[in-house]
């Protein structure tokens, strides 16, 4: 596999939306300009400070005692900013003018009586002749002094002459000099600060400035390590997206016969079943650059920008093509259109309109093809799965009981399982479960085994792990009175009674009065095999086993109480599902009674038949209840003497397993008890006032029955 589409782009579209970092290239700039500063300064400060400064009357000593450098220029400076004018040259320091000038650190040295002359007649040296002016008193050290012309022009003219000095006059203009120190500083920090506004700009162009940038991310090929062995339980899904892999990687296999790959594929299915895990197999598969983004990535609060953003990403894709772009949740912005409220401008159907223009318009190139995921198709706009645009739709549907087994050994790689521990009972026990929910269901074996500090995972860790995903964690801490732990024995016992007895039932897996999710007991059964149709003997026999619990408490106790709101809720929702939607009423026929669907986007309840329709309808819903709850009363009157066996033993040992139901029914008692009871509960808590409310038997005010509920809560 090639490295080349992702490695030589590795940032590409995403240098956007990487976080700001550090300006090291303005510091430094600011340093450079700092120091720039500082050594013009130092520079212009050393100049001036290294030249000495005459007055006229130290000048004239300095003159007649033979210390001024005569091989050098001596300049007249006239400047045209003042009236006043300088001469410049070098002179041969002595110790007598140091002292007299009184420079500190220096050895003291009497300064000569400036009344007397000084040096008058020169020195001459031992052959008797005079040396050159200034010869032999080491380096000369330039100097300065103010003079007026006009008033000392005679006199200076006498002094140099006599001294054989000649004057040459310079003339100097400092006004650019001082306009050059004064701008040069200026200009170094306005440059600076023009480089650290425009970086900040460039920033913020990054996220305030680039609403309409697309925020879809190229998907680094050296991190994604998915691939089609990773994607186990949809195997029809895997080989429709196979041959856009195929394709990708070899064109003219399709294209001799004239074929085309689909411009678009839409994968749906319930959530968790792998859509978004497929997607990026593709792009782990394919040698191409893979783009993804949600659909929630383009609505802002913006008009335009989501319209925007989708003809950007198009063109990163055309960029980059041949390439894949995965859309995911593409129901939020593909929706019908038309069915908004209000007027004004609609962000998301322009978005949508956008979206189509560019999947199939009047301008359209070959070679992105877009990947797009949702759980709701039926919300999609019709213009968006025609032909053209999204040619094919792959539907990832629940795992069969193969699949889940297949999804179980690729999770099962990232844990460490026993020896004995068997997958395949597993998914036999996990009918209608998704691929997200058996990894979390081995994610909590495996933090059950961890708890126990065990070294593997084993059988009934994952059984264990099983129950508390799919009915909810056992909650041993809640302190339940001797009479209401009786009330769920009975109401349990009622439900396993007709779990046993009737004929079109799933076999009986648990019963147990320890407090567990939302209910303070459950009766769970699991089916043997998948199913995938409901027959309406044996829906029937689901009413009846819904009454079980309420009916036992009737029987036993002569009163009923609030913990059969979950049976009453899910035997409603099964006889009206049966009446208006399954054709299974005789008096109403195969006909479906639902809401009408031209205003049910309108959160408004529009029925599409009559008030006397919705009349029988209600009746009908009644008499299977009746039937239901007439028939469960005869079977437990029937079976008491195994009703109170039964609320006995889980009275004593709080859970019980199908077989153990079984030995009561057979036999009237249990002949191979549990091995282990059940660890008692904690002694309750200090008496308290009484609270006015009612008992809270299962999850009527804690949000409803569990997702994936199976068995019968109390």
Known sequence: MSDDPFNNRPEGPNRRNQDPQFNWRGFMLFALAIT?????????????????????????????????????KLELVNLDTTSEQTIRGYYFPSPAIKASAGKAGEPEVPAPDLSKPVLSEPVKDATGKTPAFGAGKGDSKPFSVAVNIEFQKEELRDLLKAHNLVLIPVYENEMWSSLLGFLLPLLIILAFFYFLV????????????????????MLAQDRNKVTFKDVAGVEEAKEEVQEIVEFLKDP???????????KGVLMTGPPGTGKTLLAKAIAGEADVPFFSISGSDFVEMFVGVGASRVRDMFEQGKKNAPCLIFIDEIDAVGRHRGHGMGGGHDEREQTLNALLVEMDGFDTQEGIIIIAATNRPDVLDPALLRPGRFDRQVTVNL?????????????AKKVKLADSADLSKIARGTPGFSGAELANLLNEAALLAARKNMKSITNPELEEARDKVRWGRE?????????????????????????????HTDPLHKVTIIPRGPSLGSTMWLPEEDKHNDRKSELIDDLVVAMGGRVAEEIQFGDVTNGASGDIRMASRIARSMVCSWGMSTK????????????????????????????????????????SYAQAKEILLKYKDKLDAIAHALLEYE??????????????????????KSKPPPPPPLPKAPDPRPVQREDEDEGGLAPGLTGVPA
Do not use: C, W
Not at 202 to 216: E, I, L, T
Not at 489 to 500: D, N, R, S, V, W
Not at 656 to 670: C, F, P, W
């Open 36 to 72: 720039l500063l500082i050594s013009g300064f130092m520079m212009n400060k050393g100049m001036a400070g290294s030249r000495k400064v005459f007055n006229y009357a130290e000048f004239k000593i300095e003159v007649e005692a033979g210390n001024i450098d005569a091989s050098k």
């Open 198 to 217: 425009r970086q900040q700009l460039r920033s913020a162009g990054r996220g305030a400035m680039s609403f309409g940038k697309s925020k879809a991310k």
């Open 252 to 262: 003219k296999k399709f294209q001799r016969l004239g074929g085309k790959i689909p």
């Open 399 to 411: 795992p069969d009981v193969k699949g889940r087994e297949e999804i179980l050994r690729v999770h």
């Open 475 to 503: 909650r041993r801490s809640m302190a339940l009175s001797e009479k209401e732990k009786e009330n769920t024995a009975y109401h349990e016992a009622g439900h396993a009674i007709l779990i046993e007895v009737l004929e």
């Open 588 to 627: 109403l026929g195969m006909i479906e009674y639902g809401e009408n669907e031209s205003t049910a986007f309108m959160g408004r309840g529009s029925s599409n038949y009559s008030q006397d329709t919705a009349k029988k309808i209600d009746e009908e819903v009644k008499r299977l209840i009746d039937e």
């Open 655 to 676: 859970t019980l397993d199908g077989a153990h139901i079984k030995e009561i029914m057979e036999h009237g008692r249990l002949i191979n008890p549990p091995e282990n």
